[in-house]
């Protein structure tokens, strides 16, 4: 249960941190590294979670 609770709650943050991103007044380009980044780095996270690292 405290797996899910985890990846859950990072989950919501890297949704939180996307749409926080979308708000930024940057150029497309600098903005889509930054969504790549948030994204692989949640990624990385949720494995931590399910333990696959």
């Known amino acids: 249960m405290n ?3 985890g990846a859950l709650i990072t989950f919501v943050v890297v949704i939180l941190v996307l749409y926080l991103v ?3 007044p940057i150029d ?8 790549v980044i ?4 949640g990624i990385v996270s ?3 979670y ?3 690292f």
């Open 22 to 24: 979308n708000l930024l």
């Open 28 to 35: 497309g380009r600098a903005k889509q590294i930054v969504t």
């Open 38 to 41: 948030v994204i692989i780095i």
């Open 50 to 52: 399910l333990t696959v």
């Open 46 to 48: 949720l494995l931590k």
């Open 3 to 5: 797996t899910l609770i």
